[in-house]
């Protein structure tokens, strides 16, 4: 890739002359889809990303938002996308992913506390997808188990359209307080900037640019190149370092080394405070010799931070990174001119303005053909063999075999695991003072992550306000109100005026059901050109979003067996409503076609009233209905101390399929003792139907429209278990 014939006119009226060969190559890889936002940007206005609990919003390494109580205790929030890099090696594309977004979450003086992982492979009956999976698996395993920092939830799902580009998103969470905080916006000309950590080598040249094309045929081969190498025993030593440079208020501002290497970070930061830089390259501590200037800039070695530090400090910065064993060279200063010029061997090889470097990319106007629905064609297949084909879908199927190989308990904050609607962690630095019967305190802090790939190519703005409900409704089933969301808008070629339009749907509908719910949406990424020879991915908007509560006891999904099931939100039990079966597992495993489902009228009020349900004593289990529908969320309930017998009348309310199926967002089952309290909570806002009771039979006894099913919980796990059956 190289910059265009437009790109270049611009560069050349702006300098005055030819650029140098590095000044090109910067501005190929900052003038990037992946850098600059060239076609995304354009839409990215439709999100609401203030709030009073905002404290920096997009545009920086990560967001900072306030917890509840006002004590000055924040969270960061940011996440990434490595899609074109785990494809071409899905170890080091997955691992490096981890690691780049730990070290946004570094940049703004926080720790790292939680991670979660969204992936995205084609049919998991392929061979190729399997060891993508494994490979991909086995990276954010490694990474994220060696510096300590836990992946607490996550998704994967099968798609057949992701075969030749997977996506992987990871997103984390960090942990600061208000005094401890900076930005990656330069202070003050005449403050150094110093390089620690791993020193600099060739690795991952041109990353930027390569995450802004289609992936081509031999790209598994032919790209390695471009795919960083990770070392995560480094980035445990630079987030400790990190943290003691943090505590002595060594730093002024800061930025990780991510795309486009010591070029993107520096400029990006001094361009950000309005100020310019003078690097020499010659003082970057390297680890392979005869390195020229375009690789000095534009390598994309991992482990790397760019600090700004004030003169005086610089000696003791040196120090801790001695101490840690990282490397530190001090490359240059911030100055007042605007200007980043960069030398090389007594030679300018750089000499632009920062912010045009930075921000003169111009916006890309692209057509966009409208999405449509498709039309009702269903197929017709038995009850029984829908309920064991949809159960043992590898989309609906246990994810235990993924999250089981991820550390989630280092730093003792997960108080709800994965394998639940949402984690629940800890902060027990935060909300209420400790009491002197040492019962729990603080602030519990839901995470939930995710997107559904068959919703939003069914229906891309409709799936993607199902998406942003259904994030919601998993932390809400915690008992958690939710606080604030970060999003990876995933998209093909957006030259192509039909996933243009798809993606166009993805932001429209995500941004408006956040807005819906009063959750800004503080930061995120965009990954355009995930297309290659199998043709364009589905648009996937994954969507982490956070909520909170006092304390951090949660109802489990696990049935209790001591009370009444009821499910809310069951739309298309009630009234009029014709049952849809768009967007459904069910037709991805039979065929068939239909709308998507409608979702409920007053979603906020949904989702406030059930955190407050969840969180009643009375409240024994509750569980979020979507992928696989209400079949597979009672199949998820039930384990071997906890049965359900659940009837259901689907008279004049579609078939026993349609009901058992559907995918209507906004839906829980909920486990009560105090069945009346639940229907006067809801009456108004969403629709309430009695399914039945809960037992001790370890059983789902399941009759609808008079056709019975019966499972016991050792079949059902043994139809869950098609990953671990398949990859062991």
Known sequence: MS?????????????????????????????????AYRSSRPLLGAFDS???QVVVGPGDDAAVVALPGGDGTYITMGIESHNHPSYVDPFDGAATGVGGIVRDTLSM???????????????????????????VVEGISHYGNCIGVPTVTGSAAFHEDYEGNPLVNVSCIGLVDEERMITAEAQQPGNKLVLVG??????????????????????????????????????????????????EGLIESARDLGAAGLGGASSELVAKGGLGAEIELTEVHEREPNMNAMEYLLAESQERMCYEVAPENVDRVKAIAERFDLGASVIGEVTDTGDYVCTFEGETVVDCDAEFLGEG???????????????????????????EAVVASPNTASKRWIYRQYDHEVQVRTATPPGDDAAVLAIREAGAEASDDDSESGVGLAYTAGADPNWTDTAPYEGARAVALENATNLAAKGTTPLAAVDCLNGGNPE?????????????????????????????????YNDSVSGPIPPTPTLA?????????????????????????????????EPRLGGSEYLGQFGGSDRFPTLLDHPDAFVDTLADVADDAATLATHDLSHGGLAVGLAEMVHEDGGASVEIDATNKGTGVELLFGEQPGRVVIETTDARAVREAFDGVAPVYELGSADDSGRLDLTIGGESLRYDAEAIADLRSIIADELA
Request: one cysteine or more; aromatic letters at 6%; hydrophobic letters at 35%.
């Open 198 to 247: 791993n020193s600099t080598g060739r690795d991952g040249l041109g990353g930027a640019s390569f995450a802004s094309e289609d992936l081509a045929e031999d790209a598994e081969t032919e790209d390695r190149p471009a795919v960083q190498v990770g070392d995560p025993y480094t980035e445990k030593l630079l987030i400790e370092a990190n943290e003691q440079l943090i505590d």
């Open 545 to 577: 979003m956070v909520g909170t509560k006092d304390g951090y006891d949660a109802p489990p999904l696990s049935l209790s067996g001591e009370g009444d099931l009821l499910l809310v939100g069951a739309r298309a039990l009630e009234g009029d409503a």
């Open 109 to 135: 003086g926080a720790y790292p506390i939680a991670l979660a992982d969204s992936l995205y492979f084609g049919d998991f009956d392929r061979e190729h997808s399997r060891y993508l999976l494994e490979g």
């Open 361 to 387: 990319a111009p916006f890309n106007d692209l057509p966009a053909e409208e999405p449509t629905q498709p039309e009702r064609d269903l197929p017709e297949v038995a009850l029984e063999e829908a309920f």
């Open 3 to 35: 910059l265009s014939d437009a790109d270049h006119d611009l560069v050349v009226e702006e300098l005055g002359r030819e650029p140098t060969q590095a000044e090109a190559a910067l501005f190929e890889n900052l003038w990037s889809e992946h850098c």
């Open 496 to 528: 192509k005026p039909d996933v243009y339009g798809a993606f166009k749907g993805i932001v429209d509908g995500l941004a408006d059901m956040c807005s819906t719910l009063d959750v800004p949406v503080v930061g995120g990424n965009v990954s355009l």
């Open 50 to 52: 203030e709030g009073d």
